[in-house]
């Protein structure tokens, strides 16, 4: 008899974590090229980081740097999670979990950041507010899921690590 410990296989409930590992990467996208490019473009970036302009602040060019590096940042990961979602790879879990925390930190981190430089406005506007509740809501269901479910401890097992076993030495002591 085979021992078979659940489920096993990209169905059930991982189809849902499916279609958001592959919709996620061309929804930042699609938010971010056009953003950031607009940016660029638009004479904002010149605006925001000369000295002496109206909008001027020293923060400004690091803040909006470091949003870039860490956006594009997860669009990378998140690309190479698909990767690792349809290998069935064994970090998968870890991946997506470590995701989920890294954004419930970045969102109010960098609202807290830009709430420095623009004290007049509130600290989380109903974009990010929007965002950061995506990011609970999704991590309330699928973290736990992750960590409990038969089918995912079943099916992102490739290339796991094995443990050779050591042989006892007779000579104990």
């Known amino acids: 008899m085979e021992n078979q410990i659940g489920p ?17 990467p061309f929804r930042l996208l699609a938010i971010y090229v ?3 490019l607009g940016i660029f473009k638009n004479g904002t970036w010149e605006a925001l980081t000369t000295a002496g302009s109206e909008s001027y602040h020293a923060l400004w060019g690091p803040l909006l740097v470091g949003e870039i590096l860490c956006n594009f940042g997860v669009i990378a990961v ?43 406005q509130p600290m989380f506007d109903p974009s990010t507010l929007k965002e950061l ?3 609970l809501i999704a991590g309330f269901i699928w973290v736990p899921y992750m960590l409990v479910s038969k ?12 443990i ?5 030495s007779d000579n104990i002591g």
């Open 78 to 120: 998140s690309i190479y999670m698909m990767y690792l979602y349809f290998a069935k790879h064994y970090l998968f879990p870890k991946f997506y979990i470590g995701l989920i925390i890294f954004s419930l930190v970045f969102i109010p981190l960098d609202a807290w950041l830009v709430s420095i430089i623009l004290p007049n």
């Open 164 to 168: 050779e076993a050591q042989p006892i």
């Open 151 to 162: 089918r995912v401890k079943a099916t992102f097992v490739e290339k796991l690590p094995t």
């Open 8 to 24: 096993k296989g990209l169905g059930g409930w991982l189809i849902l974590v499916g279609l958001g590992v592959v919709i996620t």
């Open 34 to 36: 056009p953003l950031y």
């Open 133 to 135: 509740a995506r990011t």
